[in-house]
């Protein structure tokens, strides 16, 4: 049986934190894969909801490494800072355990439930975190190995800008502009 197939983007300033190690397919990677600052609002492009009935763990690829995901919350941590709380999770969506960071509503409060055992559906862009200068402890890492890089060309006055390049390894050097996304298969749990 395959090992599952995900995605996600390495940014520009992890990649520079990592020190260009140059990367290629079949390396093992071990990674944070966060989603972001989350919405509690429905049509913002990401967002999440918080419930008490149980929900099946999901991770489904919707576009370049952005995914609809589910799960339980399995892991909370909640601040309040100038009258406004946020909170960082981590949801174990099956496949993989990702973490969010939760934004307020409208009045400064996360919804009722956003903390450990309640479930947690969202939408989001995932990046891979290498280096975490975090200042949360929440998350948790997961082991992949490395299967592909796909670059969206986006230097300025670069005849080839604007389409996706797919290649094996990623160059030791600085990328500024372009968007890299690694497809990576997601090594087993207790393996």
């Known amino acids: 049986m395959p090992l599952p197939e995900i995605e996600f983007e390495l940014t520009a300033s992890q990649y520079e934190r990592m020190g260009f190690p140059g990367l290629r397919q079949g390396q093992p990677l071990t990674l944070v ?32 490494a952005w995914f609809a995901f589910s ?49 947690f559906t969202g939408v989001g862009r995932v990046v891979g975190i290498v280096d975490d200068d975090f200042r949360s402890g929440v998350g948790q890492t997961t082991d992949v190995t490395i ?23 990623l160059a030791p050097l600085p990328f500024q502009y372009d968007r890299i996304i690694v497809t990576a298969r997601v090594h087993r749990r207790g393996i």
């Open 71 to 119: 799960g339980q919350i399995i892991d909370a941590e909640l601040l309040t800072e100038e009258n406004e709380q946020t909170g960082v999770l981590s949801i174990d969506c099956g496949v993989v355990s990702l973490r969010v960071t939760c934004a307020p509503q409208a009045d400064g409060l996360l919804p009722y439930g956003a903390w450990e055992t309640r479930y």
């Open 33 to 64: 894969l966060d989603a972001g600052v989350l919405l509690p609002d429905v049509s913002a492009e990401s967002w999440y909801t918080v419930q008490k009935e149980p929900l099946p763990p999901r991770f489904i690829n919707v576009g370049p």
């Open 147 to 169: 299967w592909r890089f796909r670059r969206l060309i986006l230097r300025p006055g670069d005849p080839l800008f604007g389409q996706w390049h797919e290649s094996v390894e």
